[in-house]
């Protein structure tokens, strides 16, 4: 009996690991997802000038893709300063430097942290030309849907990161 219980408590044991691997190498995303896509880009936000006469949302083709998400923001004009992509691997950091021509260059760090359920959980950090932390966040986003960021501003004005983390986990 006591050899019996020897060799089954290893077995156990081993068992046991085994399901727990089994459940983590067939959880969504994790075992297929080694790298993202990551898509950062600086947006200019601008009011129209209260001399001027009121009109339409002004948003380049480059931002059409977020443009739902623009329409609520109390600006006017949009257009994309400065744009970057990098393949970034998990649990790895990328930085994007993004050059605006009157604030100089804004430097952008994104960690994709895990992928799973078609979710990305990931970091995403935001510096001005001076180092200053605009913006430190994580967040969980639907795989390839973008994320807007923004830092307090001039009440004329505004600029705005968009991150796209596209990992390929979806649906």
């Not at 068992?15 to 947006?43: D, Q, W």
């Not at 979710?119 to 932390?133: I, N, P, Y």
Request: charged residues 25%; hydrophobic residues 40%.
């Amino acid at each position: 009996m006591r050899s019996l219980m020897r060799l089954s408590l290893p077995l156990l044991i081993v068992f046991g690991g085994l399901i727990v691997l089994g459940r983590y190498a067939n959880a969504e995303g994790t075992s297929r997802v080694t790298s993202c896509e990551v898509f950062v880009r600086l947006i200019k936000a601008i009011k129209s000038s209260p001399n001027s006469p009121v009109s339409a949302k002004k948003i380049n083709a480059k931002l059409a893709d977020v443009r739902e998400q623009l329409a609520p923001l109390p600006f006017e004009d949009y257009e994309t300063v400065d744009a970057r992509t990098a393949r970034v691997a998990l649990s790895e950091k990328a930085t994007f430097h993004l050059r605006h021509a009157s604030q100089g260059v804004h430097t952008v760090r994104v960690e994709p942290h895990e992928v799973s359920g078609g979710r990305v959980h990931l970091t995403v950090d935001w510096e001005d030309a001076q180092g200053e932390s605009l913006v430190s966040t994580m967040v969980r986003v639907v795989d390839g849907q973008n994320v807007m960021l923004g830092a307090e501003g001039k009440t004329d004005a505004c600029s705005l990161v968009g991150v796209r983390v596209s990992c390929g986990s979806k649906k």
